[in-house]
């Protein structure tokens, strides 16, 4: 009989111990073995009983995931039988997430994309063809411009609707800049730029973070100005002396003592909203007065500045701001290729992108709506943020702005980092410029060409 | 016939090796399931160019060539990676070791000190004590804090130096000795206070006592744990993370964070399997090595 027992207990604790290893192994099995695989599955599959669950996932700050699931509870009860989850992480999990469950064969119904992962998915069949939808009506695109249709066009299929459009903006504490008697002008040029950090440290002690650590999307920019396009076929655009005026900035602001000590961004998650230097830190000398982000932030941003402070918004700094310029879509909505309800998952696409009552909660939070008679519908609804963000891309970019540069190749996100680290190295003040942009280039050129 | 298959059948099943077997099934099971399929999968991956989103490319030994000779983060997570484990863990351990002799004197409260004491291994390896410690060593921390009460007025960023901020993580990880700690107060216990008592008659100190009789006698135990904390310490990697995510210059950067950034954010995913069974190689290695010292300080004689 004890032996029995004993037998038995090792058995319960065997399969204890199988549980737990189920549960903490995200490998690549294609049973549900990953966690993070486990959630979509688990309610994309759920379909019994004429109940639809579909998933929906983006990336974005709390503002957006408190609109965008008010939004899906919405369609939910206007649609009985159909319940829709959100997912939602920061910018760099989410694409970890995003692959590692295409991986797994159980990409959520409902993905936002973003410009430069587009390329990727639709090459690797993880995105359904929305024409079809559009032919039999059931995405009504008809009030959208047909270049914002181009921009979600891949191969001749339209893979991806745009979910907002927005323009890089530097956002900045206006606030302190009104006390100070410190002016901004939208098209500053770098040096004009660099002028008003000095002004500003000079003046009230705060500092100036320059996209630190996450400068991909502003070099980028910034080499626009220049008639270079960053990335090449399989390399850099331009020579390395092109690169060298944008280390030289960070190298001047290290000198002169108005660039962030890069020290304090150990403590942050970098590219959170919450924890921008401009809305967040102790004081002066852990705060920035500005901020490099895109103009549909300014209302996550704004939420998350403390009480008093206005930002205001303006063009990102370059050698020639107007050449720089660019409108894009903020990002996209697409369907999953994994989809058991392709019909369903359009569904709720065409709901975010044409019905009044979605965008009245979510209220052009993505950026301007893509869809003319939504967006103007909404103007005079939105708060006085909103419509600042209309106007600045109404009536400063719109004038004077290019075609973006083309989808970013593979390869991009490991030079990103490289230019991340080469940007640190610099700012500790390990590197000069000239070594800088000697090592980015030289590193960015080799990742390229190996692709 | 019949009868005597059907024996048959019930003579194995009634055997002991095929309750074993039924038992121990859903272990197996799960073995083969999710540690060897994987393994082999990734093994397959190391000699291949996968991506993730697109399907495996077989390369060779490509993504292994590239690592020794074309990868200068690879040599610097191997270095950071070593400071970590060499340093953390034999302080850990003496930490532990410390802690237990002073709970072995069994008073009312000893229970209650004992819990306390392991709590942090239960927890430390979590996320939110990673964010806990972040918020510790920030330039306006508790850490900060302390020393202002102290007198000492500053506002360092433990984090942001990169002579400091491995540190934080190494402290960290010697906070977690609870385990080792338990396992040495076990071993403590079973030493016989006849050899103290001998020892004390013929007039030994504290001093020689702890060197002369515990030290030797807990060499057994002292070999497992340096075996399982080495092994845990190369592994680390939730502490860098949440807390330093390699910054600042790669000077916390685990080889573990470095494996999962290939695979996850570059998706260089075969050359991250190459990583995972490089580092295999490197643990088998360390054990082997620690097992061939083991017969000059390790004390095995029957006490």
Known sequence: MKKRIALLMAAAMAAASLAGCGGGTSTTADTTAGSAAEDTTAASSGNAGGDTKLTM???????????????LDLYAEQNPGITIEGQFSEWSDYWNKLATSAAGQAIPDLVQMDYSFIDQYVKNGLLVDLKPYIEDGTLDVSNISENTIASGTVNDGVYAICAGINAPSLLYNKTLLEENGIQIKDYMTTDEFMDVCRQVYEKTGYKTNIAYYNAGAYLDYFMRGYDVVLYGDKKMGGTVNDYLPFFQ???????????????VFAELSIGSVEQEPLVYGSGPETMSWCAFYNSNQLTAIQKAAPEGMEIGITTWPSA?????????????????????????????????TNSSEANNILLGERGVPASSVISEELAPKMSDVDQEVIRYINEVVTPNCSPINPPQPDGASEVSNLLNQVQEQLCYGAYDAATAAEEFFNGANNIMNKK | MKDNKGAGLKHFLNKESTAGVVFSLPFIIGFLLFMVVPMGISFYYSLCDYNILSPPVFAGLKNYIKMF???????????????FALVSVPLRLI?????????????K?????????????????????AILWKRMFATDGVVNHLLGIMGIQTSFAWLGNKNTAI????????????????IFLSSLKQIPVTLYEAARVDGANKFSQFFKITLPLLTPTIFFNLVMQMINGFLAFTQCFIITQGKPLNSTLFYTVYMYQQSFEFYNTGYGAALAWVMLGIIGLITAILFATKKFWVYTEGV
């Open chain 1, 249 to 263: 900035m960070y190298e001047t602001g290290i000198k002169e003592g108005w660039f962030i000590d890069p020290g």
């Open chain 2, 167 to 182: 540190w934080t993580l190494i402290i960290l990880a010697v906070w977690q000795f609870g385990s080792s700690m338990l």
């Open chain 2, 69 to 83: 000779t074309d990868d200068k983060v690879f040599s610097q997570t191997i270095g950071v990676t070593f400071y």
């Open chain 2, 109 to 129: 409260a000893t229970g209650f000190y004992r819990a306390a004491y392991y709590l942090p291994s239960i927890i430390g390896g979590s996320v939110a004590v």
């Open chain 1, 57 to 71: 996932s983006w990336w974005g700050n709390q503002v957006r995931n408190e609109k965008t699931q008010a939004a």
């Open chain 2, 95 to 107: 930490f532990a070791l410390m802690v237990a002799m002073l709970l072995l004197n069994t008073t």
């Open chain 1, 320 to 352: 020639d701001p107007k050449k720089s310029g660019y409108l894009k879509s903020s990002m996209f909505f697409s369907v999953g290729a994994h989809t058991k309800n392709p019909e369903e998952a359009v569904k709720v696409l065409n709901f975010l």
